[in-house]
Each structure stands twice: as C-alpha cells, then as structure tokens.
C-alpha cells in the first residue's frame, strides 16, 4: 500500500465510522481508499483498481462516472444547487416527476395510473413515505384501525425504524425489535425454498394460499402489503417467480389493501423489463424508486401513487389531511439533474436489450458451479445472478454464519481486483450495464477462486 493509502487508511479509522461493518474487522480486513472511478472500475491511490461488481450497493446503473451524468451535473452546478420543495419548484423536479410517469408500470385492465410523484432522497425514506402514506389514506378515509402491514419473509426495505419494521432479516431486525412496529410476515415466495419437485411457479401458488389466509384473517387492521418484486437482494438475492406478483395484486384488490412494491434495488432495467412489476403485469399503489434512479451518483428517490390515493389527502387545510412528511434535500435539483440523464440513456439507448446480452453471457459462465459440491443453486434474474454456497449440498445445509465463509470470497476478490461483497453464503453478481463480457469473464473467475477458498 502508498504511504498516501496509508495516511488515508489511518486518518479514517480514527474518526469515521464505517455502514454495516464491525469496526473491530478494519483490525485485520484492509480499508480501501478510491480515489476515482471509471465506468465498472474503482482506482485506488496506488495504481490497484477493482472491478464494482455489485455497482457500489447496487446504486451505479450505467456505470461510475457516466460522462451523460457528469455533464448534466455541471451544468446543473451553474444554475440551481438546492431549494426547499415546499412552496418552491424547478424544472428539474416537474421534468423528473413527468418522466417517471411516463415511464412507470402500466397494465392492461388496470385503471391504475401512477400518476403522481412524491420525492425523498434515499430509499429507507422512500419506504417511510409509502408506508405513512397508506396508512394516512386509510385513517382520511375514516378507517383508522387499519394500523398494520404484511411483509415477506426474507425481505429487506432499509434501516430506519419504520423500514426496518417490515424487513426480516435477523441480522439487521434483531436488536432493535422492541422498538418497532410489528407487521404481519407472510412465507416468501423465494424459489429455493420450494418444496422437493415444486416448480417456482407453484412454490409462488404455495405462498400466494397463505397470504390469501392472512388476508383473510387481517385485512381489517392491514393497510398495505410490500414486496420487493422477482428479488429478494439484500435477503441473499432470493428470486421468485413472475406470477406471484400477478397474484399477489390480485388479492389485494380482493380485500381491498394497497400493494407497495419497492423496486429501489430492481428497478431501471435491472431484472429484464424496465421495472420488475412489468414481468408480473401488475400496477402497485405505490412504487418505491431509488439507487440507480440517479445512476449512483447522488441520494434520490421517488414513490409513485395514483390518483385515488392522491384525492383522499386533497381537502381544505382545516381539514388535517396534508401529508406533512418532509426531508431537507427533498427533490434536490442536482440529484434530479442526475436522474434525467441516467432515464435518458435508458430511453434512447438500447438498454434492455444490451442487458439481456450481457445477461445470457453471465449465465453461460455461471452454469458450471451447478455441479459444484458446495453450489446448492445457481439463479439468474436479468443482471443479478447469484451462487447459494452450503455445506452439505444433498441437505442443502448451510455453512454456519458464523464462519463467514463469503467474508473469505470478499477478501480473495479483494487481492485479485474484484469487489464481490457476498451476503452471508450467497455470492452474487450485480455489475454496472457497462460491464464488458470479458470483464464478466474475470468477475466469475474471480469468484469462482474465491469460492475455492472459502469452502475448504
Ligand atoms: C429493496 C430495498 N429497499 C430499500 C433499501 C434501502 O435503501 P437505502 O439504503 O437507500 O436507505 C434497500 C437498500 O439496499 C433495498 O435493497
């Protein structure tokens, strides 16, 4: 390491206190500083660079630096830095909000239109609003009672506590349980659970029976079911199967509860279609965007809701039906700036079907580990694919986690030049669009030694 990493590494470490780590790790786990970033690429200090395969917490779309964005963002600079969004606008905002309606899911037989758009500036907020806003809806309504939500098994929203309370993974969920509310969860419809000979579709059928029996027994006091659509990411990239969205929208409408679909990891391209809910034909209340909305570049994000929902909040003030949730930055011109050239791009390039190339190159090169001895499942939605590493493959018992067993693929990725953050025992891949079939190459290889060593 230069002595510049070095100075920057301790400098760090005496003052700045690191998302999702133990601090103690940094005692033996190297710290990197990037000094820039490229395209897939981040460059250190010292002439090393990585491969971002997991686009920086799935945030950069297209790729670091995206030159689009960059100048959209300079010239942003020159006119208009921030102002507050309530009683003030700019066009960047107006321009935004019209393209994410233009673009949002549609259905045919769905009256639903996500026509309106309320802006937050990152996606635990995002998922704060959405849950606050069904909630509100129901209580103007004079349905107050319905105080609850259903979540999935497995599914991750953030880490406020309002996000946090409908996320279901221990490791984040656990200790601050006393202080949340407390949603109802339904089984998963992840697909490496099903059953011995259960197709995904039919593991899909299994899990839509036993929301239809919650539904049954708690519509009264739910407002609102959220999923994250076809992947469960920070969950361990766990896939399901198309038709349970078609379902799912379904019984809803049934017993009259919003669907909230948080899109903010898949959404722009990721999964195959420009939003997930597209592959299931359905049209959520409301639809959480963020990450890769700016293309990785600055904190944004946006819920979509229709006008039903807008309606029940329009009144006279005396009434007290506003929705009075507010954050600073909220719109914030430069990173809406961002957002418009990243939906450029995707609008006037072939995106999709570049994507659905890269994707199927991705596949052939991760088809192999499905004989590996410690690969129980190889699964693929559009660009994110993902390798279950267990213990015992015939049991599909998993390596206890208290090994960490992908922490070792980290490091090994480390030394070789590619950032491959597992999630527990789950190795995946998420790379920026701009990712080339032979820097995929060595982004598997990579993994593929890597997951050697953490398995003996
Ligand atoms: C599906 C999903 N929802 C919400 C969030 C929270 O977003 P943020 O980290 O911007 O608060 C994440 C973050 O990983 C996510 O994957």
Redesign the pocket.
């Given at each position: 390491m230069s002595s510049r990493s070095a100075e920057l590494v301790a400098r760090d470490l005496a003052v700045v206190w690191h998302p999702c780590t133990q601090m103690h790790d940094h005692q033996t786990l190297p710290m990197l500083p990037i000094a820039r970033a490229q395209g897939a690429w981040l460059h250190g200090h010292d002439g090393k660079s990585w491969l971002d395969a997991v686009s920086s917490?799935?945030t950069c779309l297209l790729g670091h630096r995206d030159p689009r964005i960059v100048a959209a963002l300079k010239d942003q600079l020159d006119t208009l830095d921030h102002v507050m969004l309530a009683g003030f606008t700019h066009e960047p905002a107006i321009d935004l909000a019209e393209e994410l309606v233009r673009i949002a899911p549609r259905a045919v037989g769905d009256a639903r239109e996500l026509q309106r758009v309320f802006y937050a500036d990152?996606?635990?907020?995002a998922?704060e609003v959405a849950l606050k806003l069904s909630f509100h809806y129901w209580r103007n309504l004079g349905r107050g009672e319905r105080t609850r939500f259903i979540a999935l098994t497995g599914g991750?929203?953030?880490?406020t506590l309002g996000?946090l309370s409908v996320t279901d993974i221990a490791l984040y969920r656990q200790t601050y349980a006393p202080l949340l509310l407390e949603p109802i969860f339904a089984p998963s419809p992840d697909a490496y659970q099903a059953a011995p000979g259960e197709s995904p579709a039919q593991c899909a059928q299994r899990a839509l029976a036993a929301m239809r029996s919650l539904l049954e027994a708690h519509a009264h006091e739910v407002c609102a079911v959220i999923v994250?659509p076809l992947v469960q990411?920070?969950g361990g990239m766990r896939m399901h199967d198309a038709s349970y969205l078609t379902g799912l929208r379904r019984l809803c409408d049934e017993f009259d509860v919003h669907l909230i679909a948080?899109e903010?990891?898949v959404g722009f391209g990721r999964t195959g279609t420009l939003f997930a809910c597209e592959q299931g034909g359905i049209v959520p209340d409301f639809l959480?965007l963020?990450?890769g909305l700016t293309g990785g570049t600055l904190?944004l994000?946006a819920v979509l809701t229709h006008a039903r929902v807008y309606a029940a909040f329009y009144a006279e003030y005396a009434a007290g039906k506003a929705f009075l949730h507010s954050h600073s930055y909220t719109g914030n011109p430069l990173a809406c700036r961002a957002a418009l050239a990243t939906l450029t791009v995707l609008r006037e390039e072939p995106v999709l079907e570049r994507n659905r190339a890269l994707a199927a190159h991705l596949a052939a090169r991760i088809a192999p580990f499905a004989v590996h001895p410690h690969v129980a499942d190889v699964r693929q939605t559009g660009l994110i694919a993902a390798l279950e590493l267990v213990a015992d493959k015939a049991t599909r018992t998993p390596f206890p986690a208290s090994e960490r067993r992908g922490l070792r693929v980290y490091r090994h990725g480390l030394d070789r030049g590619v950032v491959l953050r597992p999630l527990g025992n789950v190795v995946y891949f998420m790379p920026p669009y701009c990712i080339t079939p032979e820097e995929i190459e060595l982004m598997v290889e990579v993994a593929s030694e890597g997951i050697e060593r953490a398995v003996t």
């Open positions: 917490w799935w990152n996606g635990s907020s998922i991750y929203h953030g880490e996000a994250e990411c920070a948080d903010i990891a959480c963020s990450k904190p994000s």
